[in-house]
């Protein structure tokens, strides 16, 4: 490829209504495949929605809080299932690759925890794989369940290899260093986070593992939070903007390509030359030339961590 185009999908879901938020999702990635856009990253949680009252709940209230995740719960869908399968269809009828941040029920387990993943689909419609969220941050701890890591992955496309962390993922150095060491060149950073020193960590992570930085901001409105929701009135601050979503793109140099898109949906494009992939890593490459693996060692482990094993007799254990 001679250039690599990419778009972050600043938009807002139709907060806690699966169905609709699904046919808006297939909506904007016909939108990115008319501009040309080789990926997609949409926002953290964007299907069916961020749940933004970790941060204005306190995690005593309940009632409050179990109203709030029993809707996000229903309205949340399992890999594979027929949600993925119908983004992977409108992936494919697009063209372009895309990284979408969804919550994940755990359908391994109980069925009732979830997850904040994101889900890679290829151009060509294929679910390449899915990633949990290591650590859930401070209060969304009350929502989502950690990441076992065994869906760390880097994944080939035509543009480029893609990887990437989901918000403050991104300040784990080691799980960045491990997805250098395998090669990503597309880095996306689906995110609730906002503002200065996120805008800086985005630029640093371009710059120093040499990637196509892809910050995709979550807008959200007070209006756009329904108002069955008791939080809404209780807790949720009284202003236009719960989030003003600040997607960027930025070069492996580090240089700002496009944004930060501000109290705004849009969709952010950039292109560079395919080189620009390479290039700069001729100065630095922290997992290459410029690593000392005689002094410093990191081990992965990416073995999955079951709920439950059976052991029927004699048999080998089947998670």
């Known amino acids: 490829m001679q250039s690599v185009t990419v778009a972050a999908v600043q938009a807002s879901p139709v907060f806690l209504d699966l169905e609709a938020t699904l046919d808006r999702a297939c909506q904007l990635m016909a939108e990115v495949g008319v501009h040309g856009a080789d990926l997609a990253v949409f926002p953290e949680g964007f299907v069916p929605g961020y749940p933004a009252w970790v941060w204005h709940v306190p995690a005593g209230q309940s009632a409050v809080l179990r109203e709030a995740y029993a809707e996000l719960h229903a309205n949340a869908i399992s890999i594979p299932g027929p949600e993925t399968a119908r983004l992977c269809a409108a992936a494919r009828q697009a063209g372009t690759a895309v990284a979408i941040g969804v919550n994940e029920r755990n359908t391994e387990g109980s069925g009732t925890t979830l997850y904040n993943t994101v889900v890679y689909i290829g151009a060509d419609g294929t679910l390449l794989g899915r ?165 410093f060692e990191l081990t992965v482990r990416r073995r999955p961590r079951p709920f439950l094993t059976v052991i029927e007799d004699d048999e080998p254990p089947t998670p």
Not at 198 to 205: A, D, E, K, Q, V
Request: hydrophobic share 40%; charged share 20%.
């Open 131 to 295: 990633h949990r969220k290591l650590v859930p941050t401070s209060g969304e701890r009350l929502v989502w369940a950690f990441g076992d890591g065994s869906d760390l992955e880097v994944y080939d496309l035509p543009a480029g290899r893609m990887s990437g962390l989901i918000c403050w993922e991104n300040y784990m150095p080691l799980a960045r260093y491990a997805l250098y060491a395998w090669g990503v060149q597309i880095w996306v950073a689906p995110t609730w986070d906002c503002g200065e020193p996120w805008l800086s960590s985005m630029r640093h992570i371009a710059k120093e593992g040499r990637c196509l930085v892809v910050g995709c901001g979550s807008p959200l409105r007070r209006v756009d939070v329904p108002d069955r929701l008791s939080f809404k009135a209780s807790h949720l601050p009284d202003r236009e903007w719960i989030n003003p979503g600040d997607s960027v793109i930025v070069h492996p140099d580090g240089k700002l390509l496009a944004g930060p898109a501000h109290e705004t949906e849009t969709i952010l494009y950039a292109s560079i030359p395919a080189a620009d992939l390479v290039g700069p890593r001729s100065q630095l490459d922290v997992a290459g030339h410029y690593a000392r693996p005689d002094l």
